[in-house]
């Protein structure tokens, strides 16, 4: 049975950092890169950054480029994303994907906020 949960999320006020973290069972985590997805009210589900199964290579949307990192452990079957000097614009539900693959997390609420 594959499950893919997400946690770390809360409220963070504006310039602060949050840990996201994401752990995968019941497919062959290693192998498949992962993607981190981010969906803010009445807008669409938008990809925040991604690593590849070995976590040599990395890309990140330009709105979160230098701010945020993505890495995995592959030993753990979780990704992480750390998120730093956050905006109120990264407010938002966080979801973690297993790319090429129907498998998604419940998500987790980020909101950055005074």
């Known amino acids: 049975q594959v499950q893919i949960v997400e946690s770390g999320g809360g409220l963070v006020q504006p310039g602060g950092s949050l840990r996201l973290s994401c752990a995968a069972s019941?497919?062959?985590?290693?192998?498949?890169?992962m993607r981190w997805y981010r969906q803010a009210p009445g807008k669409t589900r938008e990809l925040v950054a991604a690593?590849?199964?070995?976590?040599?290579?990395?890309n990140y949307a330009d709105s979160v480029k230098g701010r945020f990192t993505i890495s995995r452990d592959n030993a753990k079957n979780t990704v992480y994303l750390q998120m730093n000097i956050l905006k109120p614009e990264d407010t938002a539900v966080y979801y973690c994907?297993?790319?090429?693959?129907?498998?998604w997390g419940q998500g987790t609420q980020v909101t950055v906020s005074p």
């Open positions: 994907n297993a790319l090429g693959t129907g498998y």
């Open positions: 019941g497919f062959t985590f290693s192998s498949l890169t």
């Open positions: 690593i590849t199964s070995t976590g040599r290579s990395t």
